[in-house]
T-cell receptor
């Protein structure tokens, strides 16, 4: 009954620090996504993985890297955090091409000071 | 470039006062148009997918409709628990990997 699980829920980083956001889904979905949500900007796609073993850039990939560790897990890494990366990050998954809708996690609220 | 614009940005209604939210879109070949509900501090929750002009879908007090240029989310006799941000997104046939392009959302507040 878990769906998509994201950790951590909250994080404060200093400029230049690195961290990895974790995401895992238990629905056997093929596709996984990372979005960021900022006030007035809506949800913007950072990276996605259409299937295990593949990753592609989305709309705003600069400053981020991803790893599709296996079918269940898709992590997002910030190598050197910047204040512009302060945001709420959402992981999502879908079966196949996504026409049936995404299932989203509950988000990670990241503040970079 | 695929694009989604939602209006209004915010909408305040009295309980029982019906209204509609608008989602205008441009996409190179619509594969699907999606509506999501997002409560504060939570991830978006899937509501509907519409695939072709003329299609309608309903869920409780919500009804989504689709034309070739826009979609409407009609809310009939809303209740305070319908208060949330409603997000519209499109998926084009040219998008690889099932990517969705989201609008900025409409924040709905229903007062008792």
């Amino acid at each position: 009954n878990a769906g998509v699980t994201q950790t951590p829920k909250f994080q404060v980083l200093k400029t230049g620090q690195s961290m990895t956001l974790q995401c895992a889904q238990d629905m056997n979905h093929n596709s996984m996504y990372w979005y960021r949500q900022d006030p007035g900007m809506g949800l913007r796609l950072i990276y996605y993985s259409a299937s295990e073993g593949t990753t592609d850039k989305g709309e705003v990939p600069n400053g981020y890297n991803v790893s599709r560790l296996n079918k269940r897990e898709f992590s997002l890494r910030l190598e050197s955090a910047a204040p512009s990366q302060t945001s709420v990050y959402f992981c999502a998954s879908s079966e196949g091409g996504g026409a049936e809708g995404y299932t989203f996690g509950s988000g990670t609220r990241l503040t970079v000071v | 470039e695929d694009q989604v614009t939602q209006s209004p940005e915010a909408l305040r209604l009295q309980e029982g006062e019906s209204s509609s939210l608008n989602c205008s879109y441009t996409v190179s070949g619509l594969r699907g148009l999606f509506w999501y509900r997002q409560d504060p501090g939570k991830g978006p929750e899937f509501l509907f997918t519409l695939y072709s002009a003329g299609e309608e879908k309903e869920k409780e007090r919500l009804k989504a409709t689709l034309t070739k240029k826009e979609s409407f989310l009609h809310i009939t006799a809303p209740k305070p628990e319908d208060s949330a941000t409603y997000l519209c997104a499109v998926q084009g046939w040219g998008n690889q990997g099932g990517k969705l392009i989201f609008g900025q959302g409409t924040e709905l507040s229903v007062k008792p």
